[in-house]
């Protein structure tokens, strides 16, 4: 009596293929998965970019030889671009551009 194994097992070898059930069930799972991807990656990409409002305003009165510039340099905030603060206080007064003149009033905001 000599018993011989035999494999019957037919799955070595092969790949396994998907199959799709249900086309709005993979379209919502796709859809799911790139919506926590963008919301993670957006997280880590615009942290710590949003300005803070500024708590109030100094009056400045602009004397002769004064530009937005050294006004900005006076007051610009820590780690904060004097391009920006520029930026900001320009908006705040509502100037198209940057030239002021003596005897303005400019609104200078404090954060």
């Given at each position: 009596?000599?018993?011989?194994?035999?494999?019957?097992?037919?799955?070595?070898?092969?790949?396994r293929t998907w199959h799709v059930r249900s086309g709005w069930?993979?379209?919502?799972?796709?859809?799911l998965v790139l919506t926590?991807?963008?919301?993670?990656?957006?997280?880590?990409l615009f942290k710590g970019n949003a300005m803070e409002a500024a708590s109030h305003c100094l009056v400045w009165?602009?004397?002769?030889?004064?530009?937005?510039?050294?006004?900005?340099?006076?007051?610009?905030?820590?780690?904060?671009?004097?391009r920006d603060y520029v930026e900001e206080i320009k908006e705040r007064n509502r100037l198209g551009t940057s030239?002021?003149?003596?005897?303005?009033?400019l609104?200078?905001?404090v954060h």
């Open positions: 009596m000599e018993s011989k194994l035999h494999s019957t097992n037919k799955r070595v070898g092969r790949k069930r993979l379209s919502l799972f796709i859809t926590l991807l963008l919301s993670a990656m957006s997280f880590f009165d602009v004397e002769e030889g004064d530009t937005l510039w050294t006004i900005a340099s006076g007051h610009l905030p820590r780690g904060r671009d004097i030239n002021i003149t003596a005897g303005q009033q609104l200078i905001p």
